[in-house]
């Protein structure tokens, strides 16, 4: 797939209800209101997909069968897994469009849980070329596109901007391009909630790893520590990293974006809380990337009148224009 015609914009902006104007609004209300978007795993075709990880960790996948030739890899962010809301839409809204979708959790997520000793975190491309050699030995012939949320949009980037990636396009959802920046950026004010809200979830995904033995019972974290702590005490021993400093260094794509290969599109808002948006214009950026900065958006949230889900028909969109592509 190579980009000789340009990506054409999602032209419907994201009008906010006037509840939800502030990037704030956007990013607590999209995740608290409902979605009758089903269930990706219980979906009546859904078929479970075990994917063996180089160092002996497995990894729980569901494929969703399709006929456009196209295969959407769907991969969830911090603390979410397959049935995270937004994993739900975008699999209901591209199955309606024909494409198959594989809906993947990152390891010890979901259905992973007890499958790895390993932590997921944000540098993990190796996590999804494995998954997708694994694709692609099932259906060589699919067009396969990855579509990544937030730190999943970071890791879809570091593969687009790897030797020979594998896959053919890439769209990158409120992509958290600079560990370090977003680290510190989550500890300030009303995004600190944020941060709790992860932290509490990362730590009892961490006590219940060590009550199945798969994690030294030694590692701990306190409820009330920031992200940065976290990764610094938890994420980077376990990682293989020397401290969070190192982690981020060398995982986040932003020095590598000049690199991706592959046709990719990141969407982001100008009000996500915990983001620097201006990182992306001010990053060096490959010809491959088209960027789509919205006004409105908040972070993974898009909400739009009528609770409207505008990045749902952004996405949309955004995939029939990669998969155009000649």
């Known amino acids: 797939m190579s980009s000789e015609r ?72 911090l603390s979410g897994d397959v049935d995270s809301d937004y994993m739900r839409r975008a699999a209901q809204r591209l199955v309606a469009r024909g494409h198959g979708v594989w809906a993947v959790n990152h390891r010890g997520c979901g259905d992973g849980a007890g499958l790895a000793c390993k932590p997921y975190h944000s540098g993990r491309s190796d996590d999804l070329r494995a998954v997708l050699t694994a694709s692609r030995a099932l259906a060589p012939n699919l067009r396969h596109v990855v579509i990544g949320f937030s730190m999943s949009g970071n890791i879809a980037l570091l593969h687009a901007a790897e ?25 300030r004010g009303l995004s600190r909630l944020y941060e709790l809200r992860f932290v509490r979830r990362l730590r009892a995904d961490l006590r219940e790893r060590q009550r199945l033995g798969l994690i030294d019972a030694r590692f ?4 009330t520590a920031s992200l940065r702590e976290f990764d610094e005490f938890i994420t980077a021993p376990l990682g293989g990293f020397t401290g969070a400093d190192d982690y ?61 889900r505008w990045i749902d028909g952004a996405l949309e969109h955004y995939v029939e224009q990669l998969v155009s592509l000649r």
């Open 220 to 223: 701990a974290i306190r409820s």
């Open 6 to 77: 340009t990506i054409e914009r999602y032209a419907a902006p994201c009008v906010p209800p006037w509840w939800a104007r502030g990037g704030h609004a956007q990013t607590i209300f999209a995740h608290v209101l409902p979605s009758e978007a089903p269930s990706v795993r219980s979906h009546p075709r859904a078929q479970r997909r075990e994917i063996a990880l180089d160092d002996g960790d497995r990894l729980v996948a569901f494929e969703l069968p399709g006929s456009s030739g196209v295969r959407v890899l769907l991969l969830h962010g």
């Open 163 to 187: 030797p020979a990636p594998l896959a053919d396009a890439v769209l990158a959802i409120n992509p958290v391009i600079d560990l370090a920046d977003a680290s510190e950026r989550i500890s």
């Open 248 to 308: 981020y260094a060398r995982c986040s794509s932003r020095p590598r974006l000049a690199h991706v290969a592959r046709p990719a599109v990141i969407v982001a808002a100008a009000d996500d809380p915990f983001l620097d948006v201006g990182l992306y214009a001010r990053s060096e950026l490959s010809a491959q990337i088209t960027l789509h900065v919205e006004p409105h958006g908040g972070h993974i949230g898009f909400l739009g009148r009528g609770r409207e």
